[in-house]
């Protein structure tokens, strides 16, 4: 059965520095990869996504993700963080074709912003 | 253009009771699936509705009942609430014939049972 772990629970960064959030799943075939971010009290808002071709993903808000399939991991990053970055972001995988199929989502990280 | 609507916002049960949750997918969009988010964790799966069928579910029991609507609205049923049931429920939807379509999440229905 497919699984995202998300290893790190709880991060904290300082304005201005760069981020990585890590990602990995277990998959047996061809994932179809996303990262949403929750805000307090919200639902998710989607970042990016991954279905095929150039393996680093753009995204909103100035997040990027690298899919490398040798590592299983989807890293989501960010070159520098502002302090409306701070919510919960979760990894996603999503085993089919259609995006539609369920999303089998990590436990998510925790990111903090400091002055 | 409105994105996907939940009612109500928060909700506070007792054991034993039911409940029923309500979500309005984003317009153009014909598939409603439900997710529940646990303090502290991932959303899980709970089912998925097409054309007012149940299409998959997860690993829910079949206390968790749901309905899908002609205008493709969408309603969760949860009966016999159990303490466990607390959590954050969120409704997505998407269009099901789009190849690679995204699921644009609702901002949920936060209930508590006690």
């Known amino acids: 059965a497919q699984s995202v772990t998300q290893p790190d629970i709880h991060i904290t960064v300082s304005e201005g520095a760069s981020l990585e959030l890590r990602c990995n799943y277990s998959y047996g075939a061809t994932p179809y990869l996303f990262w949403y971010v929750q805000s307090p009290g919200q639902g998710l808002q989607l970042l990016l996504k991954y279905f095929s071709g150039d393996t680093l993903v753009q995204g909103i808000k100035g997040f990027e993700a690298e899919f490398k399939r040798s590592q299983s991991s989807f890293n989501l990053r960010k070159p520098s963080v502002h302090w409306s970055d701070a919510a919960e972001y979760f990894c996603?995988?999503?085993?089919?074709?259609?995006?539609?199929?369920?999303?089998?989502f990590g436990k998510g990280t925790r990111l903090s912003v400091i002055a | 253009d409105a994105g996907v609507t939940q009612s109500p916002t928060h909700l506070i049960k007792t054991r034993g009771q039911q409940v029923t949750l309500r979500c309005s997918p984003k317009?153009?969009?014909?598939?409603v699936s439900w997710y529940q988010q646990a303090l502290g964790q991932g959303p899980q799966f709970i089912f998925q509705?097409?054309?007012?069928?149940?299409?998959q579910r997860g690993n829910f029991p079949d206390r968790f009942s749901g309905h899908q609507f002609p205008n493709y609205s969408s309603e969760l049923n949860v009966n016999a609430l159990l303490l466990g049931d607390s959590a954050l429920y969120l409704c997505a939807s998407s269009l099901l014939q789009l190849l690679h379509d995204t699921q644009y999440f609702g901002p949920g229905t936060r209930l508590t049972v006690l």
């Open positions: 317009s153009g969009h014909d598939t």
């Open positions: 509705y097409y054309e007012e069928e149940e299409r």
């Open positions: 996603a995988v999503g085993p089919s074709l259609s995006g539609n199929t369920p999303l089998v």
